[in-house]
């Protein structure tokens, strides 16, 4: 494996390597608070075209807990604003011998295209491609299920999770269908009509309108945030009336069984999709998923630039 | 395993395995660096013994059966997998990584004995002593292997040999254990290139 661009590139093998990889990984540095000197002298440049605190940190916290130089490159005030084109840049990064470029961009496509144009000898990690894909953030997901549902496991057999609100504008939701997928799990998206993509019948999962009739099946709940700023239209009447058809709250909660877990990939909008006594509640693994966020990009670096694929 | 098998790309090269030592030699050598240990290390209350994976954690572990069974005391044993500390990384594909696992008691001030199947290049054990860095500070570090065949790149030594296997570079030597390999015997596998 030389990219991580897209979960539909992954077998079950190829996923199962990661999380075991990510699960050992968990266990040598505490939960990535210990330094590694795996990916000593190697240059991973975070290439940013989009806004994302959360994510650019997890990645550049991955790389440094793996002793890899990190170049952090932001669209902002950089060439790019100047004009510069992702071929141009990518030829300037390929110069300045980067061995991984990690890449966020509004364009679905942008981290294969990068990949694939034969610009780059680097390995390029998809961090988030317009309503694409995000695959570390779905393989995080991933770990923290398996941590709590199904610890070990070789598949998700017999679970069931709901994958409630904006999925149309969503490529974390994108990655967890298809990831959950691929490891055997039931996946039921729940939403208004306006916000589920079209062509949603041929996903693997079931789709349903209404929350409330699902929630005592759930062994996972995923709330996705209400994303306002890629909203060009009116996709719903009101943000209470969202919250109150879709939103989970305190009441909604109590419906799932007792071992059910709640999830949210973040920024939460409190209020919104989920409540904030639902988010800080037991049931709530949301602050978990950002630490196996990093122990997943960890695993993700140390496979693909940690050894050298051209000896094989 | 059969005496000899064409390799699967070089049509002109073959494959000869010569069997070293059987389960009572092992067994044997296995009693006898216990007895060396127990000989040697002033405090065996203070030993922790860690295996490195694969087959070094199935040795440590009949090592501290031995080590018990002399001194009828419980001896700690874990593991320590040495992959992310690797120097040679970069010469092959990314492995998948095995497990770490140290003992509750962890190994600050322990005598450690570090336990391998083959010292070869002693590489392996160089990225142990620094993979063992990131856990404590042991008292003392040994080194036990079941095999040594020589040919190091670096100055480092085992204090307990099971056997030394003189070899040249074109042999390989394969330990078989009986809780991964089902067997446990030791072989030496020489591949001769036929003009």
């Given at each position: 494996m030389k990219h991580l661009l897209s979960v539909q590139e992954l077998s079950r093998a190829g996923t199962l390597r990661i999380l075991d990889t990510a699960l050992e990984l968990n266990q040598v540095t505490d939960g990535g608070t210990k330094i590694l000197p795996t990916l000593r002298g190697r240059t991973v440049v975070n290439l940013f075209y989009e806004d994302s605190t959360r994510t650019r940190i997890s990645f550049e916290r991955a790389a440094k807990r793996l002793s890899a130089d990190v170049v952090t490159f932001s669209a902002k005030g950089s060439s790019v604003s100047k004009g510069e084109s992702l071929k141009d840049t990518a030829l300037t990064l390929n110069a300045m011998g980067a061995d991984m470029i990690v890449v966020r961009h509004p364009s679905p496509g942008a981290a294969h295209r990068l990949a694939h144009a034969g610009w780059l000898e680097s390995s390029v990690l998809n961090a988030g491609d317009g309503k694409h894909e995000h695959p570390t953030q779905a393989l995080g997901d991933a770990f923290t299920l398996r941590a709590h549902l199904r610890p070990g496991a070789k598949d998700f057999a017999g679970l069931t999770i709901g994958i409630v609100g904006d999925v149309l504008h969503s490529r974390v939701a994108r990655s967890n269908i298809f990831l959950l997928g691929i490891l055997g799990a039931k996946v039921i998206?729940?939403?208004?009509?306006?916000?589920?993509?079209?062509?949603?019948?041929?996903?693997?999962?079931?789709?349903?309108?209404?929350?409330?009739?699902?929630?005592?099946?759930?062994?996972?709940?995923?709330?996705?945030?209400?994303?306002?700023?890629?909203?060009?239209?009116?996709?719903?009447?009101?943000?209470?009336e969202y919250s109150r058809t879709f939103g989970l709250n305190r009441k909604r909660a109590r419906e799932l069984p007792e071992h059910a877990i709640v999830m949210h990939p973040g920024p939460m909008n409190r209020g919104v999709e989920i409540t904030a006594e639902v988010a800080d509640s037991a049931q709530s693994v949301i602050t978990e998923q950002v630490v196996n966020g990093l122990v997943v990009r960890m695993a993700s670096m140390y496979l693909l630039i940690g050894g050298n694929v051209s000896v094989a | 395993m059969s005496e000899s098998s064409p390799g699967a790309s070089a049509g002109s090269s073959r494959t000869n395995n010569r069997m070293v030592a059987d389960p009572e030699d092992i067994s044997r050598m296995l009693r006898r660096l216990a007895h060396q240990v127990v000989e040697n290390v002033k405090d065996v209350t203070n030993i922790v013994i860690i295996g490195i994976p694969t087959r070094g954690v199935p040795i440590a572990e009949r090592l501290a059966k031995n080590i018990r069974d002399i001194e009828k005391i419980s001896i700690p044993v874990g593991s320590l997998d040495v992959t992310l500390f690797r120097d040679d990384l970069q010469m092959r594909p990314s492995k998948a990584l095995e497990q770490t696992r140290l003992p509750a008691g962890g190994i600050d001030g322990k005598t450690v004995i570090l336990v391998d199947d083959v010292l070869f290049s002693g590489r392996t054990i160089r990225a142990a002593l620094d993979a063992m860095n990131e856990y404590g500070r042991p008292a003392v570090v040994q080194l036990a292997v079941l095999v040594d065949r020589g040919h190091r790149e670096l100055p480092i030594r085992p204090d307990y040999v099971g056997k030394n296997l003189p070899t040249s570079l074109n042999e390989k030597v394969s330990v078989q254990i009986s809780e991964i390999d089902s067997v446990d015997q030791i072989v030496i596998q020489s591949t001769t290139e036929q003009l």
């Open positions: 998206v729940i939403g208004p009509p306006t916000l589920l993509p079209v062509g949603i019948e041929n996903w693997p999962c079931e789709v349903s309108y209404s929350l409330d009739a699902y929630l005592p099946e759930l062994d996972a709940i995923m709330m996705l945030r209400v994303q306002q700023e890629r909203m060009n239209g009116t996709f719903f009447p009101s943000e209470l | -």
